[in-house]
């Protein structure tokens, strides 16, 4: 008994209650765990050599620096063959994109050009090709589309898409020096694949104008007005040449065969509309062009924010896919910051929105690009394609366009994936048809924006309604676990232990109170033994932080066990949360014996105390309680 005794006070005795950290260091740490929690500085901040320590720092903002110098013809060879592999893709995509927007088809080719540039030297992948995106092509579409007409009013429509690239860039860029890619993590893997998903079935639906040839169509995205329009102007539809076969090729053999068939049979003369005039040049400068007139301001924002945050989730995630395939890593930070100096710079050089498109990565990735200057390899065949190649491809079919559109779109719909989420996860499933639906049945704003929505749902009925479970010790051995996962382990009579493995907030103190209290409820009505509940067991080893109202209801749920002649202790709380216990005083008012580091050690604790009240005959109505989990 002794040595039982012995063992209960030198385990409170390594309970550490030390004097609480300033508010200078806790923010310090606050910060650096919330804006740095990679520590980006740390591999030249211990450097002792004025020199060094810049050279080191430029190399980390600056990728080009760290790989340049090693770079060698083997992998220059490399990235030849990639570069050259991903402007075939470039050249078709971007004129195809370029429609897309409602924007001129050469606008497409700028923006292989400059971006490309631009992310060889600041992007931090070594796989990612840059280019323009259907999904945000569209989306640009439809928001600017509303206040500035693409066929009535041209000039201004393309300046206010420059516009929006710029805003982009802004935002990206900020987003990044602030280190703040935590809001892009709310858009979630479910909302990516939903939107995508629909996304791509509406721009299908968008490439039926061309397929049938109407020259009347909605400006609408959603499958209802696409489907009435083609119903509207079905008198409209011509006979097409058999061009639908070549959208399972190569979209670059697609756009020359459409050149030629149509420059051959004088394809105007018969009704086949084509791209149109490609001037002969590199970009021009069009800083001068952006408008901020606050007439059309909040388009231009909405356009600028929302496909700046769609960018930058397909094209982290992208670039961290094709990484981690070779055991590499890529800080999304810096991606970040590379999309957004590529955006701003593009918007001043007659570019619109791009990003790091899965199609043409995927291309880059296989073909063996082993670093950036892939892209570099891309923009020098691009720049020659504007200057003496472009005139050639004013003769492209646009019905060969919206093959090459369509054959892309396909690949975006991942039924796989859907499946997957229905097994896995019903509520993932859920967000990802409601982003699927939304997009291809409303409208693509609305769609992604239910789809968040449902996502952050989500994550704040997490943080509300945390997941309790009731402990107990596990067979042979010494640790405590969920009884419901573990059925076999043991409890012990008079005492319950129960699990939070969540911060406890303002916003689940309420649920946490009544959801302990209801344990011991039912422990003590599902108690066969007839022992009364005379220990509660808090363990807060995954309770991270706590803020006033939790310590509050702390203490109230330590009065009304207290009334009813319940023990309540505390089980390793972490430094944080002790932190606060001492500053609140909480420590004084439950005493610093009912403070243990392990689960096992306060289990053996109360196990004795049980024993010397029976010794005395001083037995309590109820049975001891042991919760383990912080609430």
């Known amino acids: 008994m002794e040595t039982q005794l012995n063992k209960v006070d030198n385990n409170a005795a390594t309970v550490k209650f030390s004097e609480p950290r300033g508010f200078g260091t806790t923010l310090r740490s606050d910060l650096k765990e919330t804006f740095f929690p990679d520590d980006p500085f740390s591999r030249f901040r211990n450097e002792e050599n004025p020199f060094r320590r810049a050279k080191k720092a430029v190399k980390y903002f600056v990728p080009i620096f760290d790989w340049l110098p090693n770079y060698n013809l083997r992998l220059?060879?490399?990235?030849?063959?990639?570069?050259?592999?991903?402007?075939?893709?470039?050249?078709?995509?971007?004129?195809?994109?370029?429609?897309?927007?409602?924007?001129?088809?050469?606008?497409?080719?700028?923006?292989?050009?400059?971006?490309?540039?631009?992310?060889?030297?600041?992007?931090?992948?070594?796989?990612?090709?840059?280019?323009?995106?259907?999904?945000?092509?569209?989306?640009?579409?439809?928001?600017?589309?509303?206040?500035?007409?693409?066929?009535?009013?041209?000039?201004?429509?393309?300046?206010?898409?420059?516009?929006?690239?710029?805003?982009?860039?802004?935002?990206?860029?900020?987003?990044?020096?602030?280190?703040?890619?935590?809001?892009?993590?709310?858009?979630?893997?479910?909302?990516?694949?939903?939107?995508?998903?629909?996304?791509?079935?509406?721009?299908?639906?968008?490439?039926?104008?061309?397929?049938?040839?109407?020259?009347?169509?909605?400006?609408?995205?959603?499958?209802?007005?696409?489907?009435?329009?083609?119903?509207?102007?079905?008198?409209?539809?011509?006979?097409?040449?058999?061009?639908?076969?070549?959208?399972?090729?190569?979209?670059?053999?697609?756009?020359?065969?459409?050149?030629?068939?149509?420059?051959?049979?004088?394809?105007?003369?018969?009704?086949?509309?084509?791209?149109?005039?490609?001037?002969?040049?590199?970009?021009?400068?069009?800083?001068?062009?952006?408008n901020f007139d606050p007439k059309y301001l909040p388009a231009v924002l909405k356009a600028g924010i929302v496909t700046g945050f769609v960018a930058l989730a397909e094209g982290i995630a992208i670039g961290r896919s094709f990484a981690i395939m070779n055991n590499l890593q890529v800080d999304g930070n810096k991606e970040m910051i590379a999309f957004g100096f590529m955006n701003i710079i593009g918007s001043f050089t007659s570019c619109y929105l791009t990003t790091g498109p899965f199609s043409k990565t995927a291309v880059n990735y296989n073909a063996g690009a082993k670093t950036a200057m892939s892209n570099v390899i891309m923009s020098v065949f691009m720049a020659m394609t504007l200057l003496f190649l472009a005139p050639l491809f004013s003769h492209t079919p646009l019905v060969a366009l919206s093959a090459i559109i369509m054959s892309a779109m396909i690949g975006l719909i991942n039924y796989d994936e859907a499946i997957h989420l229905f097994k896995v996860d019903k509520f993932d499933f859920t967000i990802c048809m409601v982003g699927f639906f939304g997009v291809a049945f409303i409208s693509m704003d609305i769609g992604l924006m239910l789809s968040v929505g449902l996502g952050l749902l989500r994550a704040l009925l997490y943080v509300a309604r945390p997941a309790t479970c009731k402990l107990g010790k596990v067979e042979n051995a010494t640790i405590y676990r969920d009884t419901e996962q573990y059925p076999g382990s043991t409890v012990v009579p008079g005492i319950i232990v129960l699990q939070l493995g969540s911060p406890i907030y303002f916003a689940n103190c309420n649920y946490i109170r009544e959801r302990i209290l209801r344990w011991i409820r039912d422990e003590q009505a599902n108690s066969n033994s007839g022992d009364a509940i005379e220990h509660v067991l808090l363990d807060l080893t995954g309770v991270t932080t706590i803020d006033a109202t939790g310590i509050e209801t702390l203490i109230e749920i330590h009065r009304s066990l207290f009334a009813q002649h319940i023990q309540m202790t505390i089980v390793n709380p972490r430094l944080r949360v002790m932190e606060k216990f001492i500053q609140s005083h909480f420590v004084d008012k439950i005493g610093k014996e009912n403070f243990y580091l392990s689960v096992e050690a306060a289990v053996d604790a109360c196990k004795f105390s049980l024993h010397m009240s029976k010794q005395n005959g001083n037995v309590s109505t109820e049975q001891p309680v042991v919760i383990d989990g912080a609430v």
């Open 76 to 290: 220059f060879r490399m990235d030849l063959i990639a570069g050259l592999t991903i402007t075939s893709l470039a050249i078709p995509q971007g004129i195809s994109y370029a429609k897309l927007a409602n924007i001129p088809a050469i606008v497409g080719l700028y923006s292989s050009f400059v971006p490309p540039l631009i992310y060889a030297v600041f992007g931090d992948s070594k796989h990612l090709a840059v280019g323009t995106v259907a999904a945000c092509s569209l989306l640009i579409s439809e928001t600017i589309g509303k206040v500035a007409s693409p066929l009535s009013e041209p000039t201004l429509y393309l300046h206010l898409v420059f516009t929006a690239a710029f805003v982009t860039g802004v935002f990206q860029s900020l987003i990044g020096f602030l280190r703040l890619g935590v809001l892009v993590d709310f858009l979630s893997h479910s909302t990516i694949t939903g939107f995508m998903g629909g996304t791509a079935v509406i721009i299908c639906c968008q490439q039926l104008k061309g397929f049938l040839g109407l020259k009347h169509f909605t400006t609408k995205t959603n499958v209802v007005s696409v489907v009435q329009a083609i119903a509207n102007n079905r008198h409209e539809k011509q006979k097409r040449p058999h061009l639908f076969w070549v959208s399972a090729m190569s979209p670059m053999v697609v756009v020359i065969v459409g050149c030629v068939f149509a420059y051959l049979i004088h394809g105007a003369e018969h009704g086949i509309q084509t791209v149109g005039d490609l001037k002969k040049g590199i970009n021009p400068l069009t800083f001068h062009y952006l």
